[in-house]
T-cell receptor
């Protein structure tokens, strides 16, 4: 069964460092998303991406965050200068279509900022 | 703005007992509603979804949910819980052109033998 894969599964970094989280969405999907879950809190929407551009982003997704689809398969989330409060589980998701489509989530990348 | 409330943070049931997890939503139009499950170390897996039509929807793993517009609820049910159902369950709502999901805080289910 096709699945969304994410790397790394866990990353520890120092505050102020840049982090790139990688995702390989399901191959025929066109819409890509990042969500995050701070420990003990809700899963929160960060950004959606379609046709090589951001289609929607939340207020969390400030200038420190960026997304890119550098080739035909990867979808990355970059945090330019990490802060302690960026520590969270980051989930990538993809969907074939919007509106009635199902989101398929990866297993998550846990980011710990020290 | 959309919102989802899951009133129960943690529920414990015995194996074989019935289960109901509560979810209340706030959404201006007819919502799209979802239940996801997250097992330890796993991603979020879709259990079932409601878009329109029959208000009782069947999902995977023997789960079902009922949409009740009058109560703004979409409660998840299972008649007989198995130990493997122990996980965290998230209710979510979404809709619109960009398909952003708004999640509840989740309900952690513990199953006693």
């Amino acid at each position: 069964e096709p699945e969304v894969t994410q790397t790394p599964s866990h990353q520890v970094t120092q505050m102020g460092q840049e982090v790139i989280l990688r995702c390989v969405p399901i191959s025929n999907h066109l819409y890509f998303y990042w969500y995050r879950q701070i420990l003990g809190q809700k899963v929160e929407f960060l950004v959606s991406f379609y046709n090589n551009e951001i289609s929607e982003k939340s207020e969390i997704f400030d200038d420190q965050f960026s997304v890119e689809r550098p080739d035909g398969s990867n979808f990355t989330l970059k945090i330019r200068s990490t802060k302690l409060e960026d520590s969270a589980m980051y989930f990538c998701a993809s969907s074939e279509r919007v509106g009635t489509g199902e989101l398929f989530f990866g297993e998550g990348s846990r980011l710990t900022v020290l | 703005a959309q919102s989802v409330t899951q009133p129960d943070i943690h529920i414990t049931v015995s194996e074989g007992a019935s289960l109901e997890l509560r979810c209340n939503y706030s959404y201006g139009a007819t919502p799209y509603l979802f239940w996801y499950v997250q097992s330890p170390g796993q991603g979020l897996q879709l259990l079932l979804k409601y878009f329109s039509g029959d208000t009782l929807v069947q999902g995977i793993k023997g789960f079902e949910a009922e949409f009740k517009r009058s109560q703004s609820s979409f409660n998840l049910r299972k008649p007989s819980v198995h130990w493997s159902d122990a996980a965290e369950y998230f209710c979510a709502t979404g809709g619109g052109s960009n398909y952003k999901l708004t999640f509840g805080k989740g309900t952690l289910l513990t199953v006693n033998p």
